[in-house]
């Protein structure tokens, strides 16, 4: 289980078959077997040292994820595993993405970003205006939600600067797919329905 709330990013070194090596500059050490998120999707850690974890990402789980199309040099926002008693600033992530979406619209308006994300109209039902959502990991407030009706379903997020530079987002560009994690709490819900 994880939070959303991105700790560093780090570089994928190598990528050779299901294993991806990533560089990162955590102080703490690792523990083979561990979880680790990496844009939001839950890997487990298989090699580690001072300065990169070793992950194995296997074909399923590639498709369905952006890793699908990840390249050496490619920054990945990283957040460990939550601990119990600590602080949950975010909202309660899997790292289980539903789906990749798609940046349709990337503006800066007075004091944040707006990032509007093209969904699955299957999956709009998933999100309320002010409910959460991961975007790449990222724990984030729904700011904008298409009709349920639409076509063409999309949500927006509204980006402050600290989250903005802390993380892959600067990075990415309108056409840009990214993976997205519904609220687990709205899926169960309709699940009830």
Same mark, same amino acid.
């Given at each position: 289980?994880?939070?959303?709330?991105?700790?560093?990013?780090?570089?994928?070194?190598?990528?050779?078959?299901?294993?991806?090596?990533?560089?990162?500059?955590?102080? #703490?050490? @690792?523990? +083979?077997?561990?979880?680790?998120?990496?844009?939001?999707?839950? /890997?487990?850690? $298989?090699?580690?040292? =001072?300065?990169?974890?070793?992950?194995?990402?296997?074909?399923?789980?590639?498709?369905?994820?952006?890793?699908?199309?990840?390249?050496?040099?490619?920054?990945?926002?990283?957040?460990?595993?939550?601990?119990?008693?600590?602080?949950?600033?975010?909202?309660?992530?899997?790292?289980?993405?539903?789906?990749?979406?798609?940046?349709?619209?990337?503006?800066?308006? #007075?004091? @944040?970003? +707006?990032?509007?994300?093209?969904?699955?109209?299957?999956?709009? /039902?998933?999100? $309320?205006?002010?409910? =959460?959502?991961?975007?790449?990991?990222?724990?984030?407030?729904?700011?904008?939600?298409?009709?349920?009706?639409?076509?063409?379903?999309?949500?927006?997020?509204?980006?402050?600067?600290?989250?903005?530079?802390?993380?892959?987002?600067?990075?990415?560009?309108?056409?840009?797919?990214?993976?997205?994690?519904?609220?687990?709490?709205?899926?169960?819900?309709?699940?009830?329905?």
């Amino acid at each position: 289980m994880f939070t959303g709330i991105i700790e560093k990013v780090g570089k994928i070194n190598s990528i050779e078959a299901n294993r991806f090596v990533i560089s990162h500059d955590f102080e #703490e050490s @690792f523990e +083979l077997g561990e979880s680790i998120a990496l844009n939001g999707m839950c /890997a487990t850690v $298989v090699e580690f040292s =001072s300065n990169d974890i070793s992950v194995d990402i296997i074909q399923e789980s590639r498709k369905l994820t952006t890793f699908g199309t990840a390249q050496p040099r490619d920054l990945v926002n990283l957040e460990r595993a939550a601990k119990i008693g600590h602080r949950n600033s975010g909202h309660n992530v899997t790292g289980h993405i539903d789906e990749v979406g798609e940046i349709i619209k990337l503006e800066w308006i #007075e004091d @944040f970003w +707006l990032v509007r994300v093209k969904i699955n109209p299957l999956h709009r /039902a998933w999100l $309320v205006h002010k409910g =959460s959502v991961a975007l790449e990991g990222i724990s984030l407030t729904v700011s904008g939600v298409s009709d349920l009706k639409a076509n063409d379903a999309w949500f927006e997020v509204s980006i402050i600067p600290h989250t903005w530079e802390h993380t892959t987002l600067k990075t990415r560009a309108v056409g840009d797919k990214v993976n997205v994690e519904f609220d687990i709490l709205g899926k169960y819900a309709l699940n009830q329905v």
